[in-house]
């Protein structure tokens, strides 16, 4: 009995540049890339929950049916630009012998990018994210760095997952502490300064009154979360992969090859798909830049208005 045939979920389709569009509509000024492009500038303004059809639709100047033609529904929408915003661009590199500092560095990356994109962790990571480019293209990445740890694919790929829950799940600490740090307002400090006294909780005492509880920003660090202890976090949870790997043995040694064809294609194709989001990225900063700058000129202009406004009334 022959197997029924499976269809490919749009949604990957979509992602990889292999779904058939129809004929009709405007295709020349309009793509999936731009749509999820101009979905990321909303969201990444308002938040998720204003990112519709409609107004991503209104943003580019078509209607919300044009739209339509190309991503089919609000979960597709998110699916792409989870896909879009945990880009690879700054994750590539070549295999080195420290595969610590590499992977080090390969975290750092995706916090950076989750505390860019806050949003993107409110997308539910489905089993399509598995086989999106980019998520392909960043498990690539993370392989080839842990290549020469002892082990084989599937102890490399068990390392991978448990770097990337972890970063994941500093990142939805981070952003909810961000989010919520003006909650607990002076008065609450106090009281529970006063009711959990250090008899009663000798732990937990001092970082209340440190502030560290609170997500206080503590001298040296950048933020309400100390980055120290991101990588504090990474180093004990790396340790025990390097104690593991040492008990396994050396690793087996890569030989090196000289890419084909084909692949030299694959990586010039990347390479010129890294140079163009760091080309809108760039642009997009650009554009942040002349508003600031446009709303500074307001400020100086009030503040010139106001300073002849003083000198007629002396």
């Known amino acids: 009995m022959s197997q ?23 295709k020349r000024e309009l793509s999936h890339e731009r749509i999820v492009e101009a979905a990321i500038e909303i969201a990444d303004a308002d938040g998720l929950g204003a990112v519709t059809m409609s107004r991503v639709a209104q943003s580019l100047g ?3 049916m044009a739209l339509y033609r190309y991503i089919s529904t609000k979960d597709e929408l998110q699916q792409l630009m989870l896909d879009a915003a945990i880009s690879d661009e700054d994750l590539r590199t070549g295999v080195t012998d420290d595969w610590r500092s590499g992977i080090e560095a390969w975290a750092q990356v995706l916090l950076e ?14 089993v399509n994210a598995l086989v999106m480019p980019n998520q392909l293209r960043i498990v690539d990445t993370a392989l080839r760095l842990l290549r020469p740890l002892a082990g084989g694919a599937d102890e490399r790929l068990a390392v991978l ?5 972890y970063v994941r799940g500093f990142a939805v ?4 502490i961000m989010r919520s740090r003006e909650a607990i307002n002076g008065a609450t400090r106090a009281m529970i300064a006063e009711v959990a006294t250090p008899a009663r909780f000798p732990d937990v005492a001092p970082l209340l009154a440190s502030g560290a509880y609170f997500g206080d920003t503590v001298e040296g660090a950048d933020g309400p979360v100390d980055d120290d202890d991101f990588r504090r976090g990474l180093h004990w949870l790396l ?20 890419l084909g064809p084909e692949e030299a294609l694959v990586e010039a194709e990347r390479a ?3 140079g163009v989001a760091r080309r809108k990225q760039a642009e997009q900063q650009v554009k942040a830049l002349y508003k600031a700058e446009a709303q500074l000129r307001k400020d100086r202009d009030a503040a010139k208005e106001f300073a002849k406004a003083a000198q007629r009334l002396r």
């Open 4 to 26: 029924p045939e499976e269809d490919i979920p749009r949604v990957v389709a979509v992602a990889w540049g292999v779904a058939e569009f129809p004929q009709k509509g405007p």
């Open 62 to 64: 078509f209607t919300t």
């Open 113 to 126: 990018a989750y505390l860019a994109h806050p949003w993107a962790l409110e997308i539910p990571v489905g």
């Open 161 to 165: 997952l448990a770097a990337a829950v």
């Open 173 to 176: 600490s981070m952003v909810e």
């Open 239 to 258: 340790d025990g992969v390097a104690t593991a790997a040492a008990a396994d043995g050396e690793p087996e040694p890569v030989p090196p090859r000289e």
């Open 272 to 274: 010129l798909e890294a």
